[in-house]
């Protein structure tokens, strides 16, 4: 049984760019949450989708988006790359919409230079 | 307010028991977590405790709640050198069932 998977692993990107990050849920699972783990932090939480819609955001700004597949994969998007957002980006993933019992990637370490 | 503190660092000696601590702020709470995470890795999910039970033993693993302190802890027997890592405590509201809120996290180190 594959747990939740991301791609890539590692990104380096410039400034200014944009990033689309990948995630598939555990099997069985279909709701996806994204976290921002800064450097020394606890992860925050980014948003989440269930049923292809986002269903709560956290305070992140409009920069970062995201999308829910039909198969219950899920993209992180986000635009005009800041050097503050170098961190490392989770995908967690659950059941019925809520964060009970996630369970959660190796993450995306995305570095902006 | 949503908040999770934990403290820094925690040094134990290889054998001992490991106890870790967090305390929430906010009473909502329906569940709480404690995640391990290794370097360079994601998180795992050791074990977790709904607001209404005081305690939860899973192998080494005990964790202890204190509703009315609003305190919870890890406590992890005989430790031993794969127990190092960082071990975030973590919480759910009842009003944002959606999102886990995470504490910075403690950095455990064994020692021989």
């Known amino acids: 049984d594959a747990g939740v998977t991301q791609s890539p692993t590692h990104l380096i990107k410039t400034r200014g760019q944009q990033v689309t990050l990948r995630c598939s849920p555990k099997?069985?699972?279909?709701?996806v949450s994204w976290y921002q783990q800064a450097l020394g932090q606890g992860p925050q939480f980014i948003f989440q989708?269930?049923?292809?819609?986002?269903?709560q955001r956290g305070n992140f700004p409009d920069r970062f988006s995201g999308h829910q597949f039909p198969n219950y994969s899920s993209e992180l998007n986000v635009n005009a790359l800041l050097l503050g957002d170098s961190a490392l980006y989770l995908c967690a993933s659950s059941l019925g919409g809520i964060g009970t019992e996630a369970f959660f990637g190796q993450g995306t370490r995305l570095t902006v230079v | 307010g949503e908040d999770v503190e934990q403290s820094l660092f925690l040094s134990v000696r290889e054998g001992d028991s490991s106890v870790i601590n967090c305390t929430y702020t906010?009473?909502?709470?329906?569940?709480l977590y404690w995640y391990k995470q290794e370097p360079g890795a994601g998180l795992q999910l050791l074990t977790y405790i709904f607001s209404n039970m005081d305690m939860k033993q899973d192998q080494r693993l005990t964790v202890l709640l204190n509703k009315k302190d609003k305190h919870l802890s890890l406590r992890i027997a005989d430790t031993q050198t794969g127990d190092s890592a960082i071990y975030f405590c973590?919480?759910?509201?009842?009003?944002?069932?959606?999102?886990?809120?995470f504490g910075s996290g403690t950095r455990l180190s064994i020692r021989p």
């Open positions: 906010d009473s909502s709470s329906t569940y």
């Open positions: 973590a919480e759910t509201l009842h009003s944002s069932a959606s999102k886990i809120i």
């Open positions: 099997s069985g699972h279909d709701t």
């Open positions: 989708y269930y049923e292809e819609e986002e269903r």
